[in-house]
Every structure is written in structure tokens, then in C-alpha cells.
């Protein structure tokens, strides 16, 4: 996990229940826009949303009070929707978090939201570069910063108890990511664990089998919208370094019942590369090892079968093609 977001966090905080739904207007303007839908999503809730060409949304949504996610492009937002409060969203594409900004009954909790996004983004864009004792030092401070601005917040109550909760289970992450980030250090130059699943073509793959060659391992699932979001930049990346001494494998973690799923991805997709499916998803052996608990993950490693990085650049990040030319072309 390249990048920890405080967005994924907030979407695992359930919602709760109201005994009548009221609807809720959505509206937004995005300035700069070149991308027509935007996608709200919550526990067992997704709606697609049409713009007009000025860059304006409009829709009645039936939800239930609680945190949602907001997908627009690559951008994603966690929004906090109530039935019958009325919100109107305003932004610019071109720096679409950091113009966030919000009107209406629902205005108060989301921008204190988008705000504290803002900080807790940039207080985890080098959290995992400190040593022991200042991360002990930066964590703490950062829990009691927000407890004490949400203790003093004029909030909706339901929302305040539910930011609380997304707060502590924040630190409690990336306590435990700092931790997997020493692990991950500490495995570069070890020999990576031997792997047999299923190939799309047919028959199994070991990676003992890519012996010899650079691999470039990406795990991800067909329900993965950053995993997807990757794979136009992923099959360059192939195309780029097509007949040299590497090969690219995609593992997917999808569950036994999605499994025609992923085949049929495969193949509608025209995914390159090689094509596996883990045997036991996020159970597997390899991925169990590794405490791969998120993704898009992305491994390198050398020829000799020996890690490069557990935790690598993402295809998206050009500090990518930086480093395979540089161990390409030596």
C-alpha cells in the first residue's frame, strides 16, 4: 500500500438506520469539467449521476443518514448525506479535493469533513518516513488535535459520534501500516515466497516458473476501482517493456464466486501480461505472508526470486519507468 487515504477508512464506517428516508437534493458544480457522471456509493447503495455540459449535477438521492463515498474520475471524496438536508457540492476538477467545498443543511459536517481530510492526507504524506519515536510523538498529537476539535465542533451529534470512530480506527491503521512498512523494508534483497495459481490461459503458474526474469506483480479484483484505475497505465507500461527481461503478473484476490467474473474481465478487457487468481483470495498463502490487506498492491523482483520491493510504485507513478529502466538497462 503505496498511499494510506483517510477516504477508505471513512467508508468502512456504517451508516444508521432512520425509520422513514426522506429524499436528500444533491446538486454540485465542477469547474474545469471533462467527465460526465459521478458515482455515489454507500452500504448497499450506488448511483450514477448525470452532468450537463456546464459542469452541473442535480439528483434526488433515497438514503439513509451516514458516510458515502464520492467517485468522480480518479477523484474520490467521502461525503456525509442526510435525508431531507439538502446539499450542493462545488469544486474545481483540476484540484478537485483541495477547492472541495459545500452548501446547504447539510454544509457544516461536510466541510468540516473535507477539512479534516485535508489534514489528515497530509499528516499521513510522511508519517511512515519518521523513526520509532517521532511517529510515537506525530500520532499522538494527531489524535489529540482531533478529538479536541471535534469535542468543540457544532455538529450533528450522529456525526460527531461516527467521526470520533473513523479517528481512533485512522490511528489505529496507520500504527499498523507503519509497522508492515518496516516489515516491507526489511524483506528487500529476501527471497519471495513461491506461489502456484491458476492462469487464464490455462493451466498453473509458478512464480519459481518466471525464474531468471524481473517480475512486476500486481494484486488487485475485478470490484476494485483504484485496481482498475490502474490497468490503462499498466498496459502501457507492458507494451513499453515488451520483450525485455521482465514480465508483468496480475493476481487477482476475487472470492470462488466471482470467479467467471475475473475470466470474463480478462478477456472483455484484453488484460496483458500473465493472468492469475489467487486459490484461496485474501486467504492465500502469498497474500496471508505478505499481510496484503489492501489494494492495488504492486510487487517487484529480480531475477534471482528475490524481493526488489514488497511495495511498489504504482503503474500510474512515472518513478516507475525510472527504476525498471535503471534496472534494465544496466
Known amino acids: 500500500m503505496k498511499k494510506l487515504t483517510f477516504l477508505l477508512l471513512l467508508t468502512g464506517v456504517c451508516s444508521f438506520a432512520q425509520t422513514a428516508i426522506e429524499k436528500t437534493k444533491f446538486t454540485a458544480s465542477i469547474a474545469n469539467r471533462t467527465i460526465d457522471t459521478l458515482v455515489i456509493e454507500g452500504p448497499q447503495y450506488s448511483k450514477k449521476i448525470a452532468v450537463n455540459t456546464k459542469g452541473q449535477f442535480q439528483d434526488e438521492l433515497s438514503i439513509k443518514s451516514g458516510f458515502h463515498r464520492l467517485t468522480y474520475g480518479k477523484n474520490m471524496t467521502t461525503i456525509y448525506l442526510m435525508p431531507g438536508k439538502d446539499i450542493d457540492l462545488n ?185 492469475l487468481i489467487a486459490d484461496k483470495n485474501w486467504n492465500s498463502e502469498f497474500i496471508t505472508t505478505y499481510g496484503i490487506n489492501g489494494i492495488p498492491r504492486f510487487m517487484l523482483i529480480d531475477p534471482q526470486g528475490n524481493f526488489v520491493s514488497n511495495d511498489a510504485d504504482r503503474p500510474s507513478n512515472p518513478n516507475l519507468a525510472t527504476q525498471l529502466d535503471s534496472l534494465l538497462n544496466k
Not at 490502474?230 to 484476490?253: A, C, M, R
Open 91 to 275: 469544486t474545481d476538477e483540476n484540484n478537485f479535493n483541495e477547492k472541495l467545498s459545500y452548501k446547504g443543511k447539510g454544509a457544516n459536517e461536510n466541510n468540516y469533513l473535507s477539512q479534516l481530510m485535508l489534514r489528515t492526507n497530509k499528516f499521513m504524506s510522511d508519517i511512515f518516513t519518521k523513526d520509532q519515536l517521532e511517529f510515537d510523538k506525530a500520532v499522538t498529537a494527531k489524535s489529540e488535535l482531533e478529538n479536541k476539535t471535534i469535542a468543540a465542533a457544532k455538529l450533528d451529534p450522529a456525526f460527531k459520534e461516527n467521526i470520533s470512530k473513523s479517528v481512533e480506527s485512522t490511528i489505529n491503521r496507520v500504527k499498523k501500516v507503519y509497522v508492515e512498512k518496516q516489515k516491507s523494508t526489511a524483506l528487500i534483497g529476501k527471497p519471495a515466497l513461491d506461489f502456484e495459481y491458476e492462469n487464464h490461459k490455462g493451466g498453473k503458474t509458478k512464480l519459481s516458473d518466471l525464474r531468471g526474469k524481473y517480475v512486476y506483480i500486481d494484486i488487485w479484483a475485478t470490484w476494485c476501482g483504484p485496481c482498475k484505475y490502474e490497468i490503462p497505465f499498466l498496459q502501457k507500461i507492458e507494451e513499453k517493456y515488451h520483450g525485455k527481461n521482465i514480465e508483468f503478473v496480475s493476481i487477482s484476490v476475487d472470492v470462488e464466486k466471482d470467479h467467471e467474473k475475473w475470466k470474463n474481465m480478462v478477456t472483455e478487457k484484453q488484460l496483458g501480461g500473465i493472468q
